[in-house]
Nanobody, 129 residues
Framework: VQLQASGGGVVQAGGSLRLSCTTSEFTLDYYAICWFRQAPGKEREGVSCISSGASSPYYVDSVKGRFTISRDNAKNLVYLQMNSLKVEDMAVYYC???????????????????????RGKGTQVTVSS
């Protein structure tokens, strides 16, 4: 089972991008969905998650106030709206799904991308200064 992340691209610092995550194989609403990113030479990190059911959003401090995670259940999509992008946001972004993940563990680095039940290939976000 694969998730598909899309929407990456090249943007100037201060610009915006919206990433999308979907799959044709199951309903995302029943899963917590998390976005991870990996910059060159750095470890992959969780940046935002949305819980199943209540769809509560969670963010790491570095993206709070700039990134917004949301669901469109009718389209089986999860979005990551990224505004006020910085050069340090440049990375490959991945989405992943898990029914039982501890979101706090993802955002603190305890739970890794590889621990998630379902994972997708990434989409490149390039931010130019």
């Amino acid at each position: 089972v694969q998730l598909q992340a899309s929407g990456g691209g090249v943007v100037q610092a201060g610009g915006s991008l919206r990433l999308s995550c979907t799959t044709s194989e199951f309903t995302l609403d029943y899963y917590a969905i998390c976005w991870f990113r990996q910059a060159p030479g750095k470890e992959r990190e969780g940046v935002s998650c949305i819980s199943s059911g209540a769809s509560s959003p969670y963010y790491v401090d570095s993206v709070k106030g700039r990134f917004t995670i949301s669901r469109d259940n009718a389209k089986n999509l999860v979005y990551l709206q990224m505004n006020s992008l910085k050069v340090e946001d440049m990375a490959v972004y991945y989405c992943a799904a898990d029914r039982n993940v501890k979101i706090g563990g993802v955002l603190s680095g305890i739970n890794a991308f590889e621990d998630m039940n379902y994972r997708g290939k990434g989409t490149q976000v390039t931010v130019s200064s």
